[in-house]
């Protein structure tokens, strides 16, 4: 069930970290690099020169392309690709069947490999199921992107967005409960404090810049 480097559809020049499992039916590439933990399922193929942190988990049929970059503890969920472009940090959960691109106007007939358009999702993010995420933006620390959304622009940290094209709805935690207001910022008129509905851990927003309420200076 489990290949090792050197072993079925995992070239010898792979680089596993220690407990990283990969299912006999994946393909990983010579050049990848496979973090500490992680586990790689069925029928996926990981290219060469892909980077993939510690602890993360890649459902199946998943494919990451060249020089993509996966940070610790990421959960990619069934049937998801990571183009060229794309880059996850930590912690970062993408759901079943969600889209990445990397082209902004893909024509069969022209070559657009030189005009790939970087995609970074920051630490925390959760992307929902069949959502699609357009090339070239940035989806903020602890973001939550709806099922179905269409992203076209940058995302700020911890917005919760949904709809198409999606726009922000509210705010969610860190710990991915949504957050209401309770009241204005002592002393500030431009600015709310709120609250995670699940922890009851508090944030202060200020315009469309959100911050746990222990780092404010």
């Not at 990983?28 to 933990?37: P, R, S, T």
């Not at 990981?46 to 610790?72: E, F, H, K, W």
């Not at 929902?128 to 995420?133: K, S, W, Y």
Request: negative net charge; glycine residues 12%; contains cysteine.
């Amino acid at each position: 069930m489990i290949a090792r480097a050197g072993e079925g559809h995992v070239g010898a020049a792979v680089v596993l970290g220690e407990g990283a499992l990969v299912h006999e039916s994946a393909y990983v590439d010579d050049g990848a690099m496979i973090g500490a933990g992680t586990r790689i399922w069925h029928f996926c193929h990981v290219n060469g020169g892909a980077v993939i942190g510690a602890r993360c988990s890649l459902g199946q049929n998943v494919v990451v392309m060249n020089s993509v970059t996966i940070g610790d503890n990421a959960k990619i969920q069934n049937n998801v690709s990571l183009y060229e472009g794309v880059e996850l940090e930590d912690d970062v959960f993408c759901g079943p069947s969600m889209v990445f691109t990397n082209v902004h106007n893909p024509r069969s007939a022209v070559s657009r490999k030189h005009e790939y358009r970087r995609t970074l999702v920051r630490h925390g993010a959760s992307i929902g199921a069949n959502a699609t995420i357009v090339c070239g933006v940035t989806l903020g620390r602890y973001a939550f992107i709806g099922a179905g959304a269409v992203i076209t622009r940058d995302v700020p940290d911890y917005a919760l967005m949904a709809g198409v094209p999606a726009r922000r709805i509210g705010w969610m935690s860190e710990a991915g409960h949504r957050m209401e207001a309770v009241g204005p910022e002592a002393g500030e008129s431009q600015s709310e404090e709120l609250r995670c509905t699940g922890t009851d851990r508090r944030y202060v927003r200020r315009g469309d810049v959100v911050t746990p309420r222990e780092e404010q200076a």
